[in-house]
């Protein structure tokens, strides 16, 4: 079982930044890929980044590249996803998910595990 909390969402103008973190507890972390995702009111949840178990693979959505980065810290059991940049568009609620295997999945079906979300409101 994997328990996951995220933190670091809020309000900010059209411009700034975030920082997104999850944390992890439960079995061996670092044999899990990770990710994020977000969801809008009234629309479905969507991919934002992955991370692989070792870190030394991502991948992102095209509409975050270049502005959104995520990185894990495993001796802590940490995941984070650095927003700059940010758009209204990006407003959603953010989820950390934990898959069982040690990939970084595009395809939310392949994550085991979800945090509450952390609201992120970007004002224009």
């Known amino acids: 079982q994997v328990q996951l909390v995220e933190s670091g969402g809020g309000l900010v103008q059209a411009g700034g930044s975030l920082r997104l973190s999850c944390a992890a507890s439960?079995?061996?972390?670092?044999?899990?890929?990770m990710g994020w995702f977000r969801q809008a009111p009234g629309k479905e949840r969507q991919f934002v980044a992955a991370?692989?178990?070792?870190?030394?693979?991502?991948d992102y959505a095209d509409s975050v590249k270049g502005r959104f980065t995520i990185s894990r810290d495993n001796a802590k059991n940490l995941v984070y996803l650095q927003m700059n940049s940010l758009k209204p568009e990006d407003t959603a609620l953010y989820y950390c998910?934990?898959?069982?295997?040690?990939?970084?999945?595009?395809?939310?079906?392949?994550?085991?595990?979800w945090g509450q979300g952390t609201q992120v409101t970007v004002s224009s």
């Open positions: 439960g079995r061996t972390f670092s044999s899990n890929g």
């Open positions: 998910a934990a898959a069982y295997g040690s990939g970084g999945y595009v395809n939310r079906y392949s994550y085991n595990y």
């Open positions: 991370i692989s178990g070792t870190g030394r693979s991502t």
